[in-house]
């Protein structure tokens, strides 16, 4: 194995949905990797998911995290290290719409209430029903060591300045909607450069941020940032994907799961590092403790996946879309099986507890009577 004198960290901030991996994508990461470290430049790959890939300020917590920990896992100061963050949503365009991989906003055009869409475009609704459930459930939050019971909108805002820190309401505020979905990934690359511009840390590092759409009426991703900037990485791994696809090589099960409204069977909360915990080895876990039948490839939309770089802090909460997407998991997609993966035992109580501390998130658990199944990457590899 040649010695690498480079390393490329790449983050895939991407929606919860559970269409949104496929074997094919594992693969491909897997492909182009091996490839890369063969012309001596490593690369590690994390996937924090949020519903929505909205850029809030917990999403650029994890940003910072990961970026904090890969430097300092990087024991050869004199190796070049770049660092890439890629922007995904996902939606159904029209049979009208571009299908090259590089394309302008203009030549796409999203299929108006299609459920191969992201159901952000609904987010301020759910947040309606969040207040909806406060007010009706009333339950008690301790702040600063004092108990009170959040029975109104100023108690709403209370709970949200103290312990989520927002000056503010929680629907259209906190939880905004997608405005429009084909210029999202755009906005929010936007939302990004303007935070690294002005982060201290962040500036000097010359991160390069992409925005694209998972189109899944061709089962690709379609950049809508004009290309720039250049990564050959991604693009190879994106390329690597479609050709899989004109070669008719992704077999049709994968592509009718991807094509199919979301039906996952289970939820999953865990670490956006893959060494950490694993998607993949999440849902053969699943499978296996129902009896289900499982092949040895990933099919998609099997596990709603939200992950983040500090589910493992317990005494900070979640943010406004992994809160909302939970709710979305459970309430819409009736996933009360939701898997809870550290990479250790001790890990996961840790994101245990940061649920059960986190006031939104241990009221949708507690309503709707959420099985809480933990397990760990270590137990489950072997």
Not at 232 to 238: H, I, K, N, S, Y
Not at 322 to 330: D, S, T
Request: glycine fraction near 6%; proline fraction near 4%.
């Amino acid at each position: 194995m040649p010695k690498t004198t480079k390393h490329e960290v790449h983050i895939l901030l991407g929606c919860a949905d559970a269409r949104d991996l496929s074997q094919h994508h594992v693969d491909a990461v897997r492909t182009i990797s091996a490839e890369y470290r063969q012309k001596g430049i490593d690369i590690d790959y994390h996937t924090i998911r949020a519903a929505g890939s909205f850029v809030t300020a917990d999403i650029v917590m994890d940003i910072k995290r990961t970026i904090e920990q890969e430097l300092r896992n990087n024991h050869d100061m004199k190796r070049e290290t770049e660092f890439f963050v890629h922007i995904q949503s996902h939606g159904h365009l029209s049979e009208d719409s571009s299908t090259e991989y590089i394309s302008h906003v203009h030549e796409l055009h999203i299929v108006d209430g299609s459920p191969l869409n992201c159901g952000m475009l609904k987010a301020s609704s759910l947040g309606i029903e969040l207040e909806e459930l406060l007010l009706k459930e009333k339950p008690e939050v301790k702040i600063k060591g004092e108990n009170f019971k959040v029975k109104d909108y100023d108690g709403i805002r209370r709970m949200l300045r103290n312990v989520y820190n927002h000056d503010g309401y929680l629907a259209g505020d906190w939880i905004k909607s997608i405005d429009l979905l084909r210029t999202h990934p755009r906005n929010q690359r936007t939302e990004l450069e303007r935070v690294i511009k002005t982060d201290p840390e962040l500036r000097n590092l010359d991160i390069k941020v992409t925005a694209g759409i998972q189109d899944y009426s061709i089962h690709a991703l379609i950049r809508v940032d004009g290309g720039e900037p250049a990564v050959p990485f991604w693009d190879e791994v994106q390329m690597f994907i479609r050709k899989q696809g004109q070669q008719g090589r992704m077999k049709n099960e994968i592509l009718m799961a991807q094509a199919e409204a979301q039906k996952p069977l289970a939820g999953l909360l865990c670490m956006s590092d893959p060494r950490m915990s694993s998607r993949v080895s999440a849902a053969q876990y699943y499978l296996s403790m129902k009896g289900i039948p499982s092949g040895a490839e990933y099919m998609p939309n099997t596990v709603f996946n939200i992950s983040g770089s500090n589910f493992d802090i317990p005494r900070t909460p979640f943010g406004p879309y992994v809160i909302a997407g939970f709710y979305y998991a459970v309430h819409y997609l009736n996933l009360t099986d939701q898997m809870v993966m550290g990479y250790d035992a001790m890990q996961t109580e840790r994101i245990l507890a940061k649920i059960a501390n986190d006031p939104l998130m241990d009221l949708i658990v507690k309503k709707y009577k959420v099985n809480l199944i933990p397990l760990n990457q270590e137990d489950v590899i072997q």
